[in-house]
């Protein structure tokens, strides 16, 4: 008899037997990243894609289960299907100026966040219709058409008229309301990172924006400076310019990641709290993966969401394991 999961709104602490069963048992990781480390490790296991390796601090090599092998990454394993492979080939040949996409990671690394942009939104760029009707039912007070999806993408690296840095959305989706105003959805894809990336520190455009931009209750609130929400700030200003220059008359900055993601939740969370109200104000809006993939199957592509679900959503197996 297969028993009930007991708790279905949260993941287990996965034993490090098992972890090290699987060749994933990394102590620093977060409760999140550990149960989708495993999971991506299975979901390789079941397709029979051969393991990777990393290099680690003495030099040595060390089997991950969430790496792809030499061989699989060069044959595109870590992308649903060979038309995601070939537009994220070409998405990255053609990357903007100054664009940081690590190939590397890409290619082999089934946790990284990137790979998992070009599986959702690449296969929407792809699917034209799909795309329109998911967006529409998303922000249908600013989608009506969509006529341009990018990736890794910013109005002006280094530019003192936005962040004057290096900040880009994963996605980027300029569009047409129902009126033929110009609107943009900006994504920022979150995985199984923990909102712990390097802070950007001492940069005075980044004060100047904060302070003008009408975004914050208190816009000299270290919070904002710092982890968690240190990346959000910065990219809903970035966001925020775009209005401001008038290169686009409304628009919202989306972070998406998966629901039993805690610490992103969490980081959320915690900076909507820091946001004010009034008008011209690009908005913020909170979406989890599990939510964008009920609209892709609502729309009529099941099979489409069933595989992105089974990759990185369906934590069922870990849970069979427990």
């Known amino acids: 008899m297969q028993l009930e999961i007991a708790y279905p709104d949260r993941l287990p602490l996965v034993p490090e037997a098992i972890l090290r069963q ?16 495993l999971l991506q490790s299975l979901w390789r296991e079941r397709q029979g894609i051969p393991m990777g390796f990393y290099v680690n601090g003495k030099g040595r090599k060390k089997p991950l289960g969430s790496r792809l092998s030499a061989l699989a990454s060069a044959g595109g394993a870590n992308f649903l299907s060979t038309d995601i492979r070939r537009l994220a080939r070409r998405e990255m040949a053609y990357r903007e100026p100054g664009a940081m996409i690590d190939e590397h990671r890409v290619w082999s690394n089934m946790l990284s966040s990137m790979p ?12 034209p219709d799909l795309a329109h009707q998911v967006a529409r039912t998303l922000w249908p007070e600013l989608v009506d058409e969509i006529c341009h999806i990018q990736f ?3 109005p002006g690296r280094g530019d003192l008229a936005f962040t004057a840095d290096g900040t880009a959305f994963d996605a980027f989706l300029s569009c047409r309301d129902a009126d033929g105003a110009k609107t943009f959805v900006a994504i920022e894809v979150k995985y199984s990172e923990a909102m712990v990336e390097p802070e950007a520190k001492g ?12 975004l914050y209750r208190d816009p000299n609130d270290p919070k904002l400076r710092g982890n968690p929400v240190q990346q959000l700030w910065r990219e809903h200003m970035l966001a925020q310019c775009l209005i401001s220059n008038r290169m686009y008359d409304r628009g919202v900055f989306v972070c998406l990641a998966p629901k039993l993601n805690e610490p992103v ?8 709290g820091h946001l004010a109200a009034g008008d011209n104000l690009c908005a913020f809006d909170t979406l989890t993966l599990e939510e964008m993939l009920g609209q892709i199957r609502a729309a009529g592509a099941a099979e489409f969401a069933d595989a992105l679900h089974e990759r990185y959503c369906d934590f069922g197996p870990v849970h069979e394991l427990i």
Request: with cysteine; proline share 4%; hydrophobic share 30%.
């Open 116 to 127: 998992l942009t070009f599986n959702l939104i690449g296969g929407l760029k792809l699917n």
């Open 203 to 214: 940069r005075p455009r980044y004060e100047e924006l904060s302070a003008s931009c009408g």
């Open 265 to 272: 939740q969490r980081a959320c969370a915690q900076y909507n």
């Open 22 to 37: 699987h060749k994933v048992h990394e102590p620093f990781d977060t409760r999140f990243r550990s149960a989708a480390r």
């Open 152 to 154: 890794e993408h910013s």
